[in-house]
């Protein structure tokens, strides 16, 4: 059976405890909030069947509140209740334009909340309907706060409602405008119910109206009889809901017309019948109110005993000793003769009264023979009031002269605390009268003792909290991370001093929307701005756990300088609403350090690893560099006679010479560019990159390690350009591709095969896949592939961070990677990459052939620690312009401060005491027109800020080695630009 889900919107915690015990008691889950907007922020999360809200809370007006809840989905058909205290006219009104379904009046009876919200829940729904649109209804009733509930309650049934005071009144409005029906109370002045009754069955025109008489008490068959013969539908009991008169007004305007009995008699002969009625039932509570009197006395000494037990127990005196004095007093108020109190935790007997003769163990043996009775085990009162049934308890009780005795467990709940026993020498107790006396008294010992115990755990629980409250301040302010609290607001509460060394105190008092503009917040996967519902403790707040998914880059701060930090939230929950919210910050900034210098070391470990390879690729072509140039110089350098003689097939046969060396060297400074691409050490941004020419360049790396093992099968489909970095896909798929090939056996390359295949997937991401033909991956070892340090091969052919390494950059890239692997069948490494949503960059075109060239003659100033690199230069451009050369960027700076000016300086990059960055800094200062005609030849920049130089600066740059007409051409077209 599903149960029923009650949203309970009241900041008094008081009556949030009331209400949650009355309904959880009756199998209803309550929800609780105590602010409007946290009200809605739950029924976004989890709607309700039933809504019980207060009209006044802290953060809205009540009826504002229902009327947005009305617009939530799912909240227009949810009864949503009212708990208030009296209501004015206006107040009325406003509840019900605003979309109350009913009212329940503070302060609230259980029994009364119970009836009310079983009647409006969805298994009552078919009660509920509004089957009172377009009818009027009159009620009378001459207390005014009854007819303003019943007004409402009717309304919300879609009835039109008008009231009058009393039956004479009900009369002339009736005859003013007939109603659809009539609700009365019974007991009004002037003209009562039963007299209305009688005068409108007189009217013929009022004749046929449906009547609903009503009243608190008068409801015996008598009464009924009396309904009847004055002409009403039916006398019903009227209750705090309404629910009765509802449902006999349901009846009587559903059915048919029912057969009233023909009223022969007029409103005064209804009315002295009326007066016979209450003449009877007055004759009978006399007769109730003389047993009352007595029962009145006894609950006023009750009382008494109650105020001095609470009194005794308000003070400082001990529990025990003030329950001895106040049971003393309560043989006097009760009219006992003697009483006991035996406890049991800790094991103890109280007597009081006159005991006179009774040895302390006989006393004991009294209570603990009643305690054995069956009454006392089940929790009920033993009474014994016969001398055959106090001789069955103790064959000493009618010897010493008791006429009756009374036993009642001390208990609260299921805690049994003992028995409380009370005696008479004199009279036989009234069971009714002093029994209720003793359950009060009982009530109140157990209550008093539950206090006395609830303060003892209090003391212990408050010095358990005081030491608990030690130990955590003491590990706030050990721990290394940061910890703040805030409350449900987002207002920081609490927080640590690694938390204030981080922060700030300016941050840590600013509200928590301002962070990420304080603290200059970015992602640091991405750059991209922080907003504040992104921060993790905004998304705390909403009730959501946020983990360690992303590291921020903090730009400023306490600590002064950049920070990479991670950030932890959780809600705090007290009885499922958000209370606040705790999140731990930690630097990871020296991790990030490491995490980076690992990966570039990585990357040269790759290249090490390749290195015999390398040298292997480089040395081919190297050999056919020097063979060819050796050979045209044998030529070239003839003797003086043979030189003369030298033929056109010897010249031809030069040319080719020095065409081969530079394809060869064209070819080793592929493998250079290749390599400097893998091994480069700075944070790489994010780009589209070609993945073919990708895999083209680790082919080329890693052809040594492949070209004695395997034939390479290239499957290349037409996919769009990747995500990622350049250097970070070379060391994701050159890790793929040796471990591949180190997969095969040497010696079997005609036999064995690297698949290399390329796709767009479904998701629209590029898929590429390292397949080889080896004997594949053992099932046990394929969970533990990504796990660092974790390796097949062979010691000192991995260190088994290769796998792992790639698994954390594919995911960073915003991909993943998994492996397919079958015994004798080989591997495949599957990894799926972004999209980029731009195209490639277009390769910069050569200018070589649009300025072969010069259209002027310029002045340059080459500068370069490497004699010959200024020789070539001075070779390449000294034909078409005047070259001045500088070895060392002090020689350039002091030709400048001497007031040379040139057209173009070319200036290397790397240079001992002065490097190319720090004298463009110094002819920015003092010549920057000068600083502005620099170009920087380089061959690597190797340190970050030589990275970060070259990032900030527009000006032109050649890497070595560099094409000499390529450089002529940047030249020439430079020189023609400025003229």
């Known amino acids: 059976m599903r149960v029923a889900r009650v949203l309970l919107v009241e900041d008094n915690p008081i009556m949030c405890r009331l209400v949650c015990s009355a309904l959880e008691a009756d199998d209803i889950r309550v929800t609780q909030a105590h602010a409007g907007a946290q009200a809605l922020g739950l029924w976004a999360s989890e709607p309700s069947d039933l809504v019980l809200q207060d009209l006044r809370l802290p953060d809205m007006d009540g009826c504002e509140l229902v009327r947005q809840l009305r617009s939530l989905p799912g909240g227009a058909e949810v009864p949503i209740l009212a708990l208030c205290g009296l209501l004015s006219e206006p107040e009325e009104a406003r509840m019900s334009a605003a979309g109350f379904n009913d009212v329940i009046l503070k302060p609230l009876e259980v029994f009364q909340l119970r009836q009310v919200v079983r009647s409006h829940l969805p298994s009552r729904g078919a009660s509920l309907r509004r089957f009172g649109e377009g009818r009027h209804v009159l009620v009378v009733d001459d207390d005014a706060l009854q007819a303003k509930l019943a007004r409402l309650r009717l309304k919300r049934h879609g009835f039109e409602v008008e009231t009058a ?152 005196r001990d529990t025990r000793a003030a329950l001895v004095d106040v049971l003393g007093a309560c043989v006097d108020a009760g009219g006992f003769s003697l009483g006991a109190l035996s406890l049991s935790d800790p094991s103890a007997l109280l007597r009081f009264g006159g005991w006179g003769g009774w040895s302390e163990a006989e006393v004991q043996e009294l209570s603990s023979a009643a305690e054995r009775t069956a009454e006392i085990a089940r929790g009920e009162a033993l009474v014994l009031a016969t001398p055959a049934a106090l001789q069955g308890l103790s064959p000493l009780l009618v010897p010493r002269g008791l006429c009756s005795l009374l036993v009642l467990p001390v208990k609260r709940g299921r805690f049994s605390f003992g028995t409380l026993l009370m005696g008479s020498t004199s009279n036989a107790l009234q069971a009714e009268d002093h029994l209720a006396f003793l359950e009060g008294v009982a009530t109140q010992i157990a209550q008093a003792l539950t206090l006395s115990r609830a303060f003892a755990e209090k003391d212990a629980s408050e010095r358990r909290a005081s030491a608990q409250a030690t130990v955590l301040r003491s590990v706030l302010t050990t721990v290394a991370e940061g910890v703040v609290v805030t409350d449900a607001l987002g207002e920081l509460l609490l927080w640590n001093p690694a938390a204030e060394a981080l922060l700030g105190q300016e941050s840590l008092r600013a509200p928590l929307r301002q962070w990420p503009e304080r603290l200059g917040l970015r992602f640091g996967d991405t750059l991209a701005p922080v907003a504040p519902e992104q921060l993790p403790l905004s998304k705390a707040l909403w009730g959501q756990a946020a983990d360690e998914q992303a590291t921020f880059l903090m730009g400023s701060g306490a600590a002064g300088r950049e920070r990479h930090v991670t950030i932890s939230a959780r809600p705090l929950k007290e009885g499922g609403a958000v209370t606040g919210a705790v999140a731990v910050l930690r630097d990871v900034s020296d991790e990030k350090a490491t995490q980076t210098r690992l990966l570039v070391a990585d990357r040269l470990a790759s290249v090490g690893m390749l290195a015999a390879g390398v040298a292997h690729e480089i040395n081919n072509p190297l050999a056919a560099v020097i063979g060819n140039i050796e050979l045209a110089l044998t030529v070239l350098e003839a003797p003086e006679g043979e030189a003369a003689a030298l033929s056109a097939a010897a010249t031809e046969d030069v040319s080719t010479m020095l065409r081969e060396a530079s394809e060869a060297a064209t070819r080793v400074r592929r493998i250079v560019q290749d390599l400097r691409a893998l091994a480069r050490g700075e944070e790489e941004v994010s780009s589209a990159v070609d993945i073919h020419a990708v895999l083209e360049s680790v082919l080329r790396m890693a052809n040594n390690q492949i070209r004695h093992r395997a034939r390479v099968i290239r499957d290349y489909s037409e996919v769009l350009p990747v995500l990622g970095s350049e250097p970070r896909l070379c060391q994701i798929f050159l890790n793929l591709v040796v471990n591949a090939a180190q997969a095969l056996s040497d010696g079997r390359a005609d036999q064995q095969e690297i698949r290399l295949h390329t796709r767009m997937d479904e998701q629209g991401r590029v898929l590429v896949t390292v397949e080889d033909t080896g004997e594949g991956i053992a099932p046990e070892h394929l969970q533990q592939l990504f796990v660092p340090f974790f390796s097949t091969k062979h010691v000192g052919l991995g260190t088994g961070l290769g796998l792992s390494i790639c698994q954390r950059l594919v995911t960073a890239a915003g991909g993943e990677i998994k492996v397919e692997s079958q015994r004798g069948r080989g591997s495949a490494f599957h990894v799926a990459l972004q999209a980029a949503s731009q195209p490639c960059p277009e390769p910069v075109a050569s200018i070589a052939k649009l300025h072969a060239r010069s259209t002027r003659r310029g002045r340059l100033l080459l500068v370069d620690d490497e004699t010959m690199i200024l020789t070539i230069l001075t070779r390449a451009l000294g034909k078409e312009h005047d070259c001045t050369v500088a070895y060392t960027g002090r020689d350039a700076l002091s030709r400048i401060c001497a007031g040379e000016r040139f057209d173009l300086i070319l200036c290397d990059l790397m240079m001992p005491v002065m490097n190319g960055m720090d004298l463009h800094a110094e002819i920015s200062r003092i010549a920057p027109e000068q600083a502005e005609k620099m170009l920087f030849l380089t061959g690597g920049a190797f340190t970050p800020v030589l990275q970060q130089f070259l990032a900030t600066i527009s000006n032109e740059r050649l890497e070595k080695p560099f094409d000499v007409s390529q450089m002529q051409a940047l030249v020439n077209a430079r020189l023609q630009s400025s003229a």
């Open 165 to 316: 005071v009393n039956g004479r009144e009900a009369l002339s409005a009736a005859r003013a405008r007939v109603p659809d029906a009539i609700v009365s109370d019974v007991m009004m002045p002037q003209l009562d119910g039963f007299g209305l009754c009688a005068a409108l069955r007189q009217d013929a025109a009022l004749a046929k109206i449906p009547i609903v008489l009503m009243s608190n008490s008068y409801v015996d068959e008598a009464d009924q009889q009396l309904a009847r013969a004055a002409g009403a539908d039916q006398l019903v009991i009227r209750t705090p809901s309404l629910l009765e008169v509802i449902e006999a007004l349901r009846a009587a305007l559903s059915g048919p017309a029912p057969e009233r009995a023909r009223v022969t008699e007029g409103a005064e002969q209804v009315e002295k019948k009326w007066t016979g009625r209450v003449l009877s039932q007055l004759e009978r509570q006399v007769a109730i109110n003389a047993g009352m009197s007595r029962r009145c006395a006894m609950l006023s000494a009750e009382l008494a005993v109650l105020s001095g037990i609470s009194d005794a127990l308000a003070g400082d």
